[in-house]
């Protein structure tokens, strides 16, 4: 299970913001862009200037605003063909550099740090690589969780919400990242083995 799996519903209620997008003149990979320029400047402002720790209440808001980003710009390539090879480029390199980006002011919270952040950041990264290498062996690509780009927004938005909050981390959330770390890890295992799996059920039909 994953959020993920609840993207169609929400992107049935942005479709007519879509169309007018679309209208407009409005381009996926202008979205994607977008999306990307905004991570990355939220992530290092907060990691850079060190603001109260009210302005991690920016984080799950941009979370939220962030999917219907990503659902409009994939709608907009694929249901007003817009679709690129630059476009599906585009849209797995921002996403990773996104979440990196909106990762990083974690390690100034207490008890994470940086050593388990970063650990997160670079799996969180190599599971966007095993999913989109799917097709690379016959597969799709690859969305299985238990943890990913969608439920990884959630989990940091929540916490996002909870620092902004003014809420003291217990000393037992130390434990949270190497636990995020472990889940995106079986993440990573989950795209691989489904996609094995799916590529040899492909070649075993077609050779029947």
């Not at 850079?48 to 710009?73: E, K, T, V, Y």
């Not at 037992?172 to 770390?181: D, H, K, Q």
């Amino acid at each position: 299970m994953s959020i993920y799996e609840l993207k169609p519903r929400f992107q049935a209620l942005l479709r007519p913001l879509v169309i007018r997008l679309h209208a407009m003149g409005v381009t996926a990979n202008q979205v994607t862009l977008a999306a990307c320029a905004v991570s990355v400047a939220l992530g290092l402002w907060l990691f850079f200037a060190a603001p109260s720790l009210a302005a991690f209440g920016l984080i799950p808001l941009w979370m939220f605003l962030r999917m219907a980003f990503n659902a409009i710009d994939g709608m907009l390539a694929r249901e007003h063909n817009q679709q690129s090879k630059l476009g599906a480029f585009l849209n797995e390199l921002t996403d990773v550099v996104s979440d990196a980006a909106l990762y990083l002011p974690f390690t100034l919270v207490q008890p994470f740090g940086g050593f388990w952040v970063g650990t997160v950041i670079v799996l969180a990264g190599l599971s966007e690589f095993a999913g989109a290498l799917g097709p690379t062996v016959g597969a799709s690509r690859r969305y299985d969780g238990p943890l990913g780009k969608s439920d990884r927004a959630f989990v940091f938005g929540a916490l996002g919400l909870y620092v902004a909050l003014g809420g003291p981390l217990p000393g037992w959330t130390a434990w949270l990242m190497p636990l995020v770390a472990a889940l995106v890890a079986w993440t990573i295992t989950n795209r691989i083995r489904r996609a094995l799996a799916e590529a040899d059920d492909k070649n075993q039909t077609g050779t029947q």
